[in-house]
């Protein structure tokens, strides 16, 4: 061979560590930073989510104002205000300028955001097609203040700048205001304007107001004012648990002895378990300090963990959107001819870590996804009451709805037909296939569920188009029927010397009394 | 309201910021461990790039050997050696156990690896699903030794024990060994043999080895005796360029003067383009410090960039699969009844990263997905010659695809045809959509490219359907006037007074002429 060999050490004098900023400023679309009317989308939804659970977190009903001006050729400027608890002066700059962290990564409950990613990516997108900072003001119950915030990219660390008190009743709330290139407002099934959309029809309790380019007021008023159900933090629960995990929690636990630290830090550990846990592995001292745990013995409990008979998870510290909010969701939406909701109960994947998914079917009316063919079957995606507009062609739940036997349904042809199924679920912890989470990872526990949910909304749906078509099927013969009764009553009266308007009469109220059962059944199936 | 407000204090109380490696820890899914199969694809997949990427560097043609054992219910032995360059002792704990660093992030040049995560991720799955260790032995020309590496999680740092020397003649190369739980081996269309298969195709200089669980060995032999071409690190162009990319570079550079610094940084400034710049930005001094440059700055260069006009980049960094390995591929994995490959130019996106497809299309044969319902249209992805198994639902390469008008091509519904379609981007840097680099980004311009190079090859596809069909058609009309051609030549005969014998060989000749032509075409095409 002509080609140079080259050694390892020469290889190798390149060698460097790069920072997790630096990481996402090369693969920015990663964050869901990659076309120009879905990067636009990305920020706003990436402060909105932020919005909504610092809101629920904190008690207040959350009211949001997201106002996006158009500052030259694909440029933006975006200000989203809320009502919101604000954020501690100490914390500005980790909290919104610092790749991974935040207060919600290590939480075990059902939260929009959980990664400590999404507004310091935007912080950072902002910076690397702008060169801008972000300005932001604060109100908290203790501070208001203002400054500016970027990211040292290098080591990703925030840089704060023009940090000026407030006075302290001026603002209340956080104010969010960002610059970015390479972004595009579009009135589209992927803007930000059907993100709210969506946003508002499953979170009834937001008030949100659009203010876009053109300077269209665009409002999506509360329509419930109480707070949703509070998700609550729970504590793992065993079977959910693999041996890392245990090690984990055993290296900063404060208990003293295995025994304890395992009852006070997951959930439906008793003393009765522990004592059927030392008959499974009497070789483990279960009365030694659990930082001792080696890894083996995780290994041991956790295979321990599976063969003991436990009452499942906290099942009630999921938030659901609702039977009645998804029904209404999908009225106000779709406004179909027909449509159904299915609330399963919660289940649990992975052993130990609940969910649970609500489904709605619609039919006819404007379900369904225009083309150009006519109406073509859509998905509408929810994970813990944001919607996903993006990536559904890797998500578990198109996935999941993909392989269903739609003939057993009556519906001939998914792709052809104006049905939409709304499917939302919600988790401790959801499994996104991707830093943008905007597609939930194909977890095969959750499609068997998602897959269940569906089947029993279109059983309820095939009640339906049966009726419709056993209705369209009798009227016709009601009405070819109808047509000769005269006729045969004539012909009858004649060959039995009987009266032909008594035949008639008790003709009609026979085939009357026949067909009225038929189309009553319907119209209840229909109610 | 009830419910009682919490304040921002209480809320970020827990407010911590966490390692690279917790994040993919809590979100493996996002690195490809999600489902037992593809996870040990995906560890199989980290591996041998990595050997691939290291060989072609060191100017080694690769030989490398998989062999995978069952320890358990759904846990595996991973064991990868090569003949590779090794690694230096002194970087052996980042290199594979610290996720985001390696060699290749900084570079603009053609590689299968960009991100330093992949091999780092795989110790991070073996640790948390395991346990375990990483085994790893490594020969360099300068010295050879073998220890077991884990991540300190916490703070994304190696661990690295057991270190020994080996004798230096004693092993050449790297040789890996890793345990894994919730895998799977299997043999399917996402599987490691798969995987391994395609991989081999597109790569006729590699020689592979699998050793599969059971024990049976597969053999994918070397095919090529010489290595591809040498992708070369570029400068990056001028076009390219974003006013942070021109800031970055101009903090590290040594180059005294902006002017300098801009010739001697970037692929085609030369003293001339230099001049012209000073028109278009007479305020700004280019005879400065580059470390001075400022934002706005940095951005006004960025536009005059755009008015001047500019050689293109060097397009012959690229390394590409070639024509003719492209139909030696189609015909080994598909023995189509008709191929055909489209190589197309280089071209750039983002104005200045350059970037080839390269398209072969497959008809007939075993080409396109056996269904229950016969065969269906399908597409195989590469992107810098590595196969992408997964994802393809989100993949712009998919997605360019998924909108052609396929009647204009006589292919009535791709999803019903006996068709195959491969793709192969190259580039010295692919936009991924996810970190587990299994799909491409929707960067439009790569799109129109894949979309162009593809209607090439289908309207080569399409003389040979048409072709097909005239040729049935033509073949029917043959044999129809064959049939009747002796009794008209007999009934001509009686006539005219003519032989009916000449006239039936003038007759056939006749015809025989016509349709040869029709025939005759076809199989140019055909061939």
């Known amino acids: 061979m002509a080609e140079k060999k080259v050694g390892a050490e020469e290889i190798f004098k390149e060698f460097k560590e790069h920072s997790i900023s630096e990481f996402f400023r090369k693969n920015r679309q990663m964050l869901g930073f990659a076309g120009k009317v879905r990067s636009l989308t990305t920020v706003v939804h990436e402060y909105v989510t932020n ?3 610092a809101c629920e977190e904190a008690g207040i009903l959350p009211q949001v104002t997201v106002e996006i001006k158009n500052t030259g050729e694909e440029r933006c400027l975006v200000k989203v205000t809320d009502n919101g608890p604000g954020i501690p002066k100490r914390l500005i700059g980790k909290a919104l300028a610092n790749v991974l962290s935040g207060t919600k990564f290590h939480r075990y409950m059902q939260q929009r955001g959980q ?6 990516g ?13 300005h932001v003001r604060s109100g908290t119950d203790k501070e208001a ?79 419930v004012n109480e707070m949703p159900q509070r998700p609550r933090q729970i504590q793992p629960h065993p079977l959910g648990l693999e041996a890392s995990d245990l090690l984990d929690f055993a290296h900063v636990t404060e208990s003293r002895k295995l025994s304890s630290f395992l009852i006070e830090s997951f959930a439906r550990v008793t003393q009765n378990k522990i004592n ?24 041991k409990l956790i295979v321990a963990f599976k063969k003991i008979k436990w009452i ?14 998804v029904g209404a969701a999908i009225k106000n939406i779709l406004n179909p001819e027909f449509q159904a909701v ?18 709605g079917v619609a039919y006819g009316g404007n379900a369904g996804k225009a083309t150009a063919e006519g109406a073509s079957g859509n998905i509408l995606r929810f994970a813990n009451k944001v919607p996903l507009l993006f990536d559904g062609g890797t998500c578990g739940i198109s996935e999941a709805i993909r392989g269903l036997q739609w003939k057993r349904y009556n519906i001939d042809d998914f792709e052809k037909s104006p049905i939409s199924i709304l499917v939302s679920v919600c988790s401790v912890y959801i499994p996104y296939s991707g830093v943008g989470k905007q597609s939930v990872a194909q977890e095969e526990e959750i499609m068997e569920e998602i897959r269940l949910a569906v089947m029993d909304s279109l059983r309820i749906l ?16 009601y009405k070819t029927i109808m047509r000769y009764v005269s006729q045969l009553a004539a012909d009858l009266g004649e060959l039995t010397g009987g009266k032909s308007e008594t035949i008639e009469q008790s003709l009609r109220s026979l085939i009357e009394n026949k067909y009225k059962k038929i189309f009553e059944d319907e119209s209840e199936i229909k109610g």
Chains 1, 2 share one sequence.
Do not use: M
């Open 312 to 325: 499942g998870p906290e099942l009630d510290s999921l938030s659901l959107i609702g039977e009645q909010r």
């Open 122 to 134: 935007c912080t950072l997108f902002s910076q690397i097609t702008t060169g801008k900072k972000v």
């Open 145 to 223: 203040y203002e400054c500016d915030l970027g990211i040292s990219i290098k080591d990703n660390k925030p840089v704060i700048e023009n940090l000026a008190e407030l006075s302290k009743g001026n603002f209340k709330g956080l104010e969010i205001q960002a610059e970015f290139a390479g972004v595009k407002y579009e009135n589209s099934d992927h803007g930000v304007s059907e993100y709210l959309k969506r946003t508002a029809l499953v979170n009834p309790h937001i008030a949100i107001k659009l203010i876009d380019p053109e300077g269209n007021t665009l409002e999506f008023p509360r329509s």
């Open 276 to 299: 059927e846990l030392k008959e499974l592995v009497p070789d483990i001292d279960l009365s030694k300090e659990p930082r001792q745990l080696s890894w083996d013995e995780a290994e």
């Open 115 to 120: 990664q400590g990613i999404g507004a310091a």
């Open 462 to 477: 095939q009640r339906y188009l049966s009726g419709v078509r056993q209705r369209t099927t009798a009227e016709t013969k």
């Open 51 to 53: 919005t909504l659970d």
């Open 342 to 359: 299915v609330e399963r109960k919660p289940k649990v994947f992975r052993g130990g870590i609940p969910f649970v998914v609500e489904v």
